[in-house]
């Protein structure tokens, strides 16, 4: 059975770091397409940053580019996220995906997901 789980979320002060973590298991991450998005409260959930398999083609929002940094290690089967410069603004429900095709950055071009992990940025 194909799953994705995350951790590594939590609390954090404005200006601080966290990185997440997504285990894959059931499938080998090597030939996937992978991306992070997140969901506010209120809000649409949005595409943070995407990778295709070869980690050649990476997207990143403008909102968090410059500041966050996807990554994968193929040997753990696991992707991360890297979240330097924190803002209140970045706090909200983060996924991970992956998608044998991917595409866009957009949540319709990925079929498997975790079921997300709370990132809060607050004094």
């Known amino acids: 059975q194909l799953q994705l789980v995350e951790s590594g979320a939590g609390l954090v002060q404005p200006g601080g770091s966290l990185r997440l973590s997504c285990a894959a298991s059931g499938f080998t991450l090597d030939y996937y397409s992978i991306g992070w998005f997140r969901q506010a409260p209120g809000k649409e959930r949005e595409g943070v940053s995407c990778?295709?398999?070869?980690?050649?083609?990476?997207y990143y929002a403008d909102s968090v580019n410059g500041r966050f940094t996807i990554s994968r290690d193929n040997a753990k089967n696991t992707v991360y996220l890297q979240m330097n410069k924190l803002k209140p603004e970045d706090t909200a429900v983060y996924y991970c995906?992956?998608?044998?095709?991917?595409?866009?950055?957009?949540?319709?071009?990925?079929?498997?997901w975790g079921q997300g992990t709370l990132v809060t940025v607050s004094s």
């Open positions: 990778s295709d398999s070869s980690g050649i083609s990476i």
């Open positions: 995906a992956a998608d044998r095709w991917g595409g866009p950055c957009l949540e319709r071009y990925f079929k498997n």
